[in-house]
C-alpha cells in the first residue's frame, strides 16, 4: 500500500473531535502556562480547525463565522500566541 499524500478530510468526524470530544481547559485558562509539549499539541489543533475551515465552500461564511468563534474561544490567542503563519491564514479564512 501506498499512502495517499493528502488524504479527503472526513469532516463530520473533524468538527465531532474539535468541539465535542477533545477538551480544551488549559488552553481557554489564561492562568495556565503552556508547557512546550502542550503548546506544540495546540499548534495541531490549529491546524485542525484551519483544515476544517478551508474544507468549507467560500460561501459558508456563518459555519466560519461560528468555528471561528469556537477557535478564539478554546485556544485564546493572546494567551497561547500562535506563529505568525497561522495567524495569517486564519485572518484570511474567518469571516
Excluded at 495517499?4 to 488549559?26: A, C, G, K, M, Q
Excluded at 495541531?44 to 459558508?60: F, G, K, Q, T
Amino acid at each position: 500500500m501506498i499512502p495517499i499524500t493528502s488524504p479527503p478530510i472526513d469532516t463530520h468526524v473533524l468538527s465531532r473531535n474539535l468541539f465535542e470530544r477533545y477538551t480544551y481547559e488549559s488552553y481557554a485558562d489564561s492562568t495556565i502556562k503552556i508547557d512546550p509539549v502542550s503548546h506544540i499539541m495546540g499548534i495541531n489543533l490549529y491546524y485542525a480547525y484551519i483544515r476544517l475551515l478551508l474544507s468549507l465552500p467560500e460561501n459558508e461564511t456563518n459555519e466560519k463565522r461560528k468555528i471561528c468563534e469556537e477557535l478564539a474561544k478554546r485556544l485564546l490567542p493572546n494567551h497561547f500566541e500562535p506563529n505568525e503563519s497561522i495567524v495569517g491564514v486564519l485572518e484570511r479564512l474567518c469571516p
